[in-house]
T-cell receptor, first 117, second 115 residues
Framework: GAGVSQSPRYKVAKRGQDVALRCDPISGHVSLFWYQQALGQGPEFLTYFQNEAQLDKSGLPSDRFFAERPEGSVSTLKIQRTQQEDSAVYLC???????????????FGPGTRLTVL | AQSVAQPEDQVNVAEGNPLTVKCTYSVSGNPYLFWYVQYPNRGLQFLLKYITGDNLVKGSYGFEAEFNKSQTSFHLKKPSALVSDSALYFCAVRGYGGSQGNLIFGKGTKLSVKP
């Protein structure tokens, strides 16, 4: 079946530009996570949605980062006024379980590689 | 705070030999532990997890992992390595608290299997 998809796969932005990264989770998955993976590092948590509710945004590095999931399926991560330090791979993951389903694995998309010049 | 350590940046193994990728964790409470593999330009793929029960967990592609509570370790193992196993491996622990369980990853270990 279809997995998690993300678009675009690659994005080059000039410093100061706004970008929007899209995530299509697996159909029916309640939980959606965004992670940031810098070069040579493991993914780091950014934010979490349960359906359309953003329950945790503690990992967002600044107020330039904004995420939404208005209808509880597709999610968009927006970065305003991009900076060079925002260059990373942005990974989206989804999980079937509602909050508290900590035993369930997350399914990851291929990621969006963002390069800020 | 929860954390995961992968002490080796790279592991080199000859094809057909056993492999071990090390992981240690620090959590307050019962750990939920995961291993993921990442191939170039692809997302992370789930390999296996430990939640409770048997300390030896079997997963995809012939991989297994051994949970050791006293050593707070969760090492990934495979009896006979394949060249196609060459990839980046991440150990992760599930977080606690209001995040409803985001994953906390180690830095990753690059596995290189030579013919």
């Amino acid at each position: 079946g279809a997995g998690v998809s993300q678009s675009p796969r690659y994005k080059v932005a000039k410093r100061g530009q706004d970008v929007a990264l899209r995530c299509d989770p697996i159909s029916g998955h309640v939980s959606l996570f965004w992670y940031q993976q810098a070069l040579g590092q493991g993914p780091e948590f950014l934010t979490y949605f349960q359906n359309e509710a953003q329950l945790d945004k503690s990992g967002l590095p600044s107020d330039r980062f904004f995420a939404e999931r208005p209808e509880g399926s597709v999610s968009t991560l927006k970065i305003q006024r991009t900076q060079q330090e925002d260059s990373a791979v942005y990974l989206c993951a989804s999980s079937l379980a509602r909050g508290g389903g900590r035993a369930n694995e997350q399914f990851f998309g291929p990621g969006t590689r963002l390069t800020v010049l | 705070a929860q954390s995961v350590a992968q002490p080796e940046d790279q592991v080199n193994v000859a094809e057909g030999n056993p492999l071990t990728v090390k992981c240690t964790y620090s959590v307050s409470g019962n750990p939920y532990l995961f291993w993921y593999v990442q191939y170039p330009n692809r997302g992370l793929q789930f390999l296996l997890k430990y939640i409770t029960g048997d300390n030896l967990v079997k997963g995809s592609y012939g991989f297994e992992a051994e949970f050791n509570k006293s050593q707070t370790s969760f090492h990934l193992k495979k009896p006979s390595a394949l060249v196609s196993d060459s990839a980046l491996y991440f150990c992760a622990v599930r977080g606690y608290g209001g995040s409803q369980g985001n994953l906390i990853f180690g830095k990753g270990t690059k596995l290189s299997v030579k013919p």
